[in-house]
């Protein structure tokens, strides 16, 4: 349930993260931002977004969203479906902003304040129309972490929290239905909790900025992003549970241990020893270094859970599922009287070996993703996957013709060879974007049973499409370089 245009009011980092997860999903959005720098500020935030989505998935992502900056609020929400308010947190300015919103804002269009603490019946206490209304809270880099804070107000509609459901999951996210409001929704509360507590250990002296930072990242944070709080400690009580865990260290809770409640004093000096600590902790890093070094380890983390079908991988093997069979869908539209483009994208950095050059096991996944592509168009989706049924690639022949470098655009054409009973037959050419051949990949597949792990036939309608298909590919000319051997003279 993505929407085709949306609009962001406020450009600084989660407003820019916002635009910048919405144009990778392939929505128009209309910003306005009135500050003189905001197009190159935004622009930046754009290009560690599409940096990290090179990275992210695999999955064809189609094509990216279009943004433009505008001159007024007026302007910029003027047939949008969505709107994302993301102004500085102050009751009043954002009052004013849903006034104007509301004044130039179709019916139907959803509104979601981006606040990390205000509470949404006081935000919408003097919209004309509240119940389209809510909190929709992120966590910054909001292009690639998943978590968006659900919360309405007391005049919002259970169809705006739904419609927000819907639409924030197809983007690739994680919402969270916060069913009762409180002063900076559940997450923020939890890590004011620790802020405060880092704070008072820096003040003691007990620990700098960068030794409270190893404490958290080689410690429990590894475990936080994987189970979070409960199911952590329901392990740390054993055999027994979460029972036993408490009975064991429930009576700490009474021990002085934390200053919660209390707040040292932000004085000069605190705030000088701790700026200058972190300014030292960080290595000579620059922001968009760190922000890049972040994204990648938040991607690896993602990628492992992923892999383990656990948390956030989830969220993340669920919007790659949503790729591929949406572009599955679009095979209606596909000419199978041609070679068939199978895979369309830019060769990432890490994609690369020494020479700055895709390396050659990348040739074979791009050949790979190209066959689960036209697999797709086939019909051999998530769903019939699902059935228990598949095809396995039994022999692959791959030719290097060519260099292509990181950053350079690639696409896969594929013909289909043969498609009798069982079998699957595929030819895949990859070019570089400006024509140049760079490699051939020639794949026999056989269709199995996943359940058996046995070949069998494949379902009724995916034999008709590939029947279909073939009955066009065999007209083609019988692509240069099939069925050659290692080493055979060309």
């Known amino acids: 349930m993505t929407p085709s245009k949306a609009a962001v009011i406020g450009g600084g980092v989660i407003g820019a993260g916002w635009v910048a ?26 290009a560690n977004a599409e940096r990290a989505y090179a990275k992210l998935t695999m999955a064809a992502r189609g094509g990216k969203g279009e943004w433009r900056l505008c001159g007024t609020i007026d302007e910029a929400v003027a047939g949008a479906q969505l709107i994302i308010e993301a102004v500085p947190e102050r009751l009043e300015l954002k009052r004013k902003v849903y006034s ?42 909001v292009y690639l972490l998943p978590l968006v804070e659900l919360v309405g107000g007391e005049k919002t509609a259970s169809e ?63 475990r936080y992003a994987q189970m979070g709080i409960f199911e952590t400690f329901r392990i740390a009580g054993g055999e027994a549970g979460m029972r036993h865990f408490l009975d064991q260290f429930g009576p ?65 093997a669920a919007y790659e599922a949503k790729l591929f069979d949406s ?29 700055n050059h895709m390396n050659e096991a990348r040739y074979l996944q791009c050949f790979g993703d190209a066959t689960d592509a036209f697999m797709r168009m086939m019909g051999v989706d998530a769903d019939y996957i699902a ?54 990949g020639e794949h026999l597949l056989l269709h199995v049973s996943l359940e058996t792990r046995s070949t069998s036939e494949p379902a009724a309608h995916v034999a008709a499409k590939l029947a279909e298909v073939m009955a066009l590919h065999a ?12 080493g055979q003279k060309r």
């Open 21 to 46: 997860r919405l144009i990778e999903n392939g929505v128009e959005v209309a910003v306005f931002d009135p500050a003189p720098d905001a197009h190159d500020k935004l622009e930046a935030v754009f």
């Open 160 to 222: 705006a929290i739904e419609r927000a459901k819907a639409i924030f999951a197809g983007m690739g996210m994680h919402p969270l239905h916060i069913k009762k409001e409180i002063d900076a929704f559940v997450a923020d509360r939890l890590m004011e909790a620790m802020w405060r507590e880092a704070l008072w250990l820096v003040n003691d002296g007990i620990a700098s900025t960068e030794e409270i930072d190893d404490a958290v990242r080689y410690g429990f944070g590894l």
């Open 252 to 316: 700490a809770l009474a021990w002085p241990w934390t200053k919660l409640m209390d707040v040292p004093d932000l004085n000069e000096a605190l705030v000088e020893t701790i700026a200058s600590q972190s300014d030292a902790q960080s290595g000579g890093h620059s922001i968009r270094e760190l922000e890049r070094i972040r994204d990648d380890n938040l991607i690896a983390i993602m990628q492992a859970l992923k892999a383990n079908e656990w948390g956030a991988g989830n969220t993340l």
């Open 475 to 486: 007209k083609l000319p019988v692509p240069e370089g099939i069925g050659r051997a290692v």
């Open 387 to 440: 059935t228990g049924n598949s095809f396995f690639t039994v022999e692959t022949h791959i030719r290097h013709l060519d260099e292509v470098r990181v950053n350079e655009p690639i696409v896969a054409l594929t013909q289909l060879i043969d498609a009798g009973g069982k079998k699957m037959h595929l030819f895949h050419k990859l070019f570089h974007r400006d024509g140049g051949l760079l490699a051939t």
């Open 327 to 355: 572009g599955a869908a679009k095979s209606d539209a596909v000419d199978f009287s041609q070679p068939v483009t199978t895979l369309e994208r830019t060769v990432p950095p890490d994609w690369t070996d020494y020479n």
């Open 100 to 141: 104007e919103i509301e004044a130039a804002a179709d019916e139907g269009a959803l509104i979601a304040s981006s606040t990390s603490g205000l509470l949404p019946t006081d935000l919408q206490a003097e919209m004309a129309h509240p119940a389209r209304f809510l909190v929709a809270h992120p966590f910054n880099p």
